[in-house]
């Protein structure tokens, strides 16, 4: 039997400890926990993605396309060889032996080089942005872990409350001092509970095995996340400069990057409205007959060039293509800027608005509650509330602890969407990935 005193005397830290043990996290038996931080689970994201593994090879392609351009096609070798067998048959013949190599007149080679170069580039940054998309899902899915189980644990304390007021009021019913009607509602609102929490329940399970699979971790493998979902208590107003968001935002560099392969491309298309020059060295070696002495053996050496001439081919259609290319390009950036600092805008003030609204809820409603639970502590104490008041105002404080959590927890959801719209990550552009050597 629970006298009032024994009640009353309950504290509520035993009711967080039961729901601290009850609520444990979903750590199989005989495995090591990944303990982690959001910014540890993005970069454990980054260490363990395969496809974002199978995207980082087309960087290496790119570096290789770049490593093997802007070198002279390969040199040509003849051998010619004639001689007058099915005419005179005077034993007369030619050998001829030659090299011939292709040589640009513009700057081709070195153009095309440059042109490899940013596509390097080019290919970095969308890496780069993918990274940064896997970093907004990974620090997403963590905070909605963090929140889910932060609402099991209050639901839990909810649960533990719940049955001592049914295991009460069995008891008091026993003796004829409530009704059955009140232990019928009591054991009511307790099944509700219980599926609540069953419910939050199979959602952590989701959501730690979404967490698990972006972070590229085994299903079976626990996670303790050891960031707490407290509200700051600054407000977070302090603006970021554009230019620091244009720098740390992949997709910008990206734009970016298409104007200067485009210039790049520009560059190589004007090179190429002039065919590469061959030049041809060869020796011959000569059998002929030459009157009065006969047959003679004689030696040539020459050189000679071929020069194409831009006529009816100079390459209009790759210029104007080009130029088609680098005016999308300028306009790509150029709606990167106007969707960046929208995108900004949003994040910056939806998180505004939920700090405000987690305050509020965390703040002088939970005094609130907490000193209206107080008042009919006293109250019972001294006779003038019964126990089912005192634990209504308990239960009470308890909803409204939960209802904080829920507003805390959506202001750390904007916060995330804030970090992916800034691209706030740990090692998103790795020092020296522009590097194309």
Same mark, same amino acid.
Request: charged share 30%; hydrophobic share 40%; proline share 3%.
């Given at each position: 039997?629970?006298?009032?005193?024994t009640?009353?005397?309950?504290?509520?830290?035993a009711?967080?400890?039961f729901?601290?043990?009850a609520?444990?996290?979903?750590?199989a038996d005989g495995a090591?926990?990944l303990?982690?931080?959001?910014d540890?689970a =993005?970069?454990t @994201?980054f +260490?363990n993605n395969? *496809?974002?593994?199978?995207?980082?090879?087309?960087v290496?392609?790119?570096k /290789? $396309?770049?490593?093997?351009?802007?070198?002279l096609?390969n040199p040509?070798?003849?051998?010619?060889y004639?001689?007058?067998?099915?005419?005179?048959?005077?034993?007369?013949?030619?050998?001829?032996?030659?090299f011939?190599?292709r040589?640009?007149i513009?700057?081709?080679l070195?153009?095309?080089?440059r042109?490899?170069?940013?596509? =390097?580039?080019? @290919?970095? +940054?969308?890496?780069? *942005?993918?990274r940064?998309?896997?970093a907004?899902?990974v620090?997403?899915? /963590? $905070?909605?872990?963090?929140?889910?189980?932060?609402?099991?644990?209050?639901?839990?304390?909810?649960?533990?409350l719940n049955?001592?007021?049914?295991?009460f009021?069995g008891?008091?019913m026993?003796q004829?001092?409530?009704?059955?009607?009140d232990?019928?509602?009591a054991?009511?609102?307790?099944?509700?509970?219980?599926?609540?929490i069953?419910?939050?329940a199979a959602e952590?399970?989701?959501?730690?095995?979404?967490?698990?699979?972006?972070?590229?971790i085994?299903?079976?493998r626990?996670v303790?996340l050891t960031?707490?979902?407290d509200?700051?208590?600054?407000?977070?107003d302090?603006?970021?400069?554009?230019?620091?968001?244009?720098g740390?935002?992949p997709?910008?560099v990206?734009a970016?990057?298409?104007?200067?392969?485009a210039?790049?491309?520009?560059?190589l298309?004007?090179?190429?409205?002039w065919?590469?020059?061959?030049?041809?060295?060869?020796?011959?070696?000569?059998?002929?007959?030459?009157?009065?002495?006969g047959?003679?053996?004689?030696?040539?050496l020459?050189v000679?060039t071929?020069?194409p001439?831009p006529?009816?081919?100079r390459n209009q259609?790759?210029?104007?293509r080009?130029l088609?290319?680098?005016?999308?390009?300028?306009?790509?950036?150029?709606?990167a800027?106007?969707?960046?600092?929208?995108?900004?805008?949003?994040a910056?003030?939806q998180?505004l608005?939920?700090?405000?609204l987690?305050?509020?809820a965390s703040?002088?409603v939970?005094s609130?509650a907490?000193?209206?639970?107080?008042?009919?502590?006293?109250?019972?104490r001294?006779g003038?509330?019964?126990l089912i008041?005192v634990?209504?105002a308990?239960?009470?404080?308890l909803?409204?602890e939960?209802?904080?959590?829920q507003?805390i927890?959506?202001?750390?959801?904007?916060?995330?969407?804030?970090?992916?719209?800034?691209?706030?990550?740990?090692g998103?552009?790795?020092?020296?990935a522009t590097?194309?050597?």
């Amino acid at each position: 039997m629970i006298s009032r005193h024994t009640f009353l005397r309950h504290p509520a830290a035993a009711l967080l400890s039961f729901a601290i043990v009850a609520g444990g996290n979903l750590f199989a038996d005989g495995a090591e926990p990944l303990v982690v931080n959001r910014d540890g689970a =993005v970069e454990t @994201a980054f +260490a363990n993605n395969r *496809e974002l593994r199978i995207a980082e090879l087309e960087v290496k392609r790119a570096k /290789a $396309v770049l490593r093997w351009s802007g070198r002279l096609d390969n040199p040509e070798f003849e051998l010619n060889y004639s001689d007058d067998g099915v005419g005179l048959d005077e034993n007369e013949g030619v050998l001829e032996v030659a090299f011939s190599q292709r040589f640009p007149i513009t700057s081709r080679l070195k153009d095309e080089k440059r042109l490899r170069g940013y596509q =390097v580039v080019f @290919a970095e +940054a969308e890496i780069a *942005e993918r990274r940064r998309e896997l970093a907004g899902e990974v620090d997403l899915a /963590a $905070v909605e872990l963090m929140a889910t189980r932060a609402v099991v644990a209050r639901q839990r304390k909810l649960g533990v409350l719940n049955q001592e007021i049914v295991t009460f009021l069995g008891e008091q019913m026993a003796q004829g001092q409530v009704s059955k009607l009140d232990l019928t509602q009591a054991r009511l609102t307790g099944r509700s509970i219980d599926q609540t929490i069953k419910a939050l329940a199979a959602e952590e399970k989701v959501r730690a095995l979404k967490l698990k699979q972006l972070m590229g971790i085994e299903p079976t493998r626990p996670v303790q996340l050891t960031d707490r979902l407290d509200l700051p208590g600054a407000r977070p107003d302090t603006r970021i400069a554009a230019e620091t968001i244009f720098g740390k935002r992949p997709d910008f560099v990206l734009a970016l990057s298409r104007i200067d392969e485009a210039e790049a491309s520009i560059a190589l298309e004007k090179s190429r409205r002039w065919e590469d020059i061959a030049v041809r060295v060869f020796g011959e070696r000569e059998r002929a007959v030459d009157e009065p002495t006969g047959l003679e053996r004689n030696t040539f050496l020459g050189v000679g060039t071929s020069i194409p001439l831009p006529l009816r081919q100079r390459n209009q259609e790759g210029i104007e293509r080009s130029l088609i290319n680098r005016d999308a390009a300028e306009k790509s950036v150029e709606a990167a800027r106007f969707h960046i600092r929208s995108e900004y805008e949003e994040a910056f003030q939806q998180r505004l608005a939920n700090w405000a609204l987690a305050s509020e809820a965390s703040g002088e409603v939970l005094s609130l509650a907490e000193e209206n639970f107080s008042e009919f502590q006293k109250a019972y104490r001294e006779g003038q509330a019964s126990l089912i008041q005192v634990q209504r105002a308990q239960e009470q404080q308890l909803e409204l602890e939960t209802a904080a959590v829920q507003a805390i927890a959506e202001y750390y959801r904007a916060d995330a969407q804030f970090r992916f719209v800034t691209g706030d990550y740990p090692g998103l552009i790795r020092k020296g990935a522009t590097d194309s050597k």
